[in-house]
């Protein structure tokens, strides 16, 4: 789903999200990033892992990948990802330089996955950067 410069997804393509916290998301009325989003503002944050009998670590997570979704070209593909490389927000991303982001994405990918086959181009975390900076300077306007 496209609202201008940001997308939602289903809340079920959010990676790392088992099927019980799916379903305790649901029954909040919590579908789309886009519901998280609204839902989980910072004030909001730990009242919903209350409510969900969670640690608050994992909604501020679930907060932070919905927020990178919403980057067309990261999208849930990326969001774990660029997350676990240290940036946790579409802010922080439009703000971090290119080759610095690449090189801990490299990085983060021999260390777990033992190869860099599988690492994002720096062409393509350039995109991502510079549809952070858009998004950002969109919502600001």
Do not use: Y
């Given at each position: 789903m496209k609202n201008m410069m940001r997308y939602y997804w289903s809340i079920e393509e959010l990676p790392g999200l088992s099927e019980k916290e799916r379903s305790l998301l649901a029954s909040h009325k919590i579908n789309t990033t886009q519901d998280l989003l609204a839902y989980a503002s910072t004030a909001q944050q730990q009242e919903l892992a209350a409510d969900l009998q969670i640690h608050g670590q994992y909604v501020k997570k679930w907060v932070a990948m919905a927020d990178l979704a919403s980057i067309s070209s990261v999208g849930c593909q990326y969001c774990g990802l660029i997350l676990?490389?240290?940036?946790?927000?579409?802010?922080?991303?439009?703000?971090?330089?290119?080759?610095?982001?690449?090189?801990?994405?490299?990085?983060?990918?021999?260390?777990?996955?033992?190869?860099?086959?599988?690492?994002?181009?720096?062409?393509?975390?350039?995109?991502?950067?510079?549809?952070?900076?858009?998004?950002?300077?969109?919502?600001?306007?």
């Open positions: 676990h490389a240290g940036i946790a927000s579409v802010a922080q991303l439009a703000q971090t330089p290119v080759h610095r982001l690449h090189r801990q994405i490299l990085r983060l990918q021999v260390a777990t996955m033992q190869t860099k086959d599988l690492c994002p181009s720096v062409d393509e975390v350039q995109k991502w950067v510079e549809e952070a900076a858009r998004s950002r300077r969109e919502l600001l306007k």
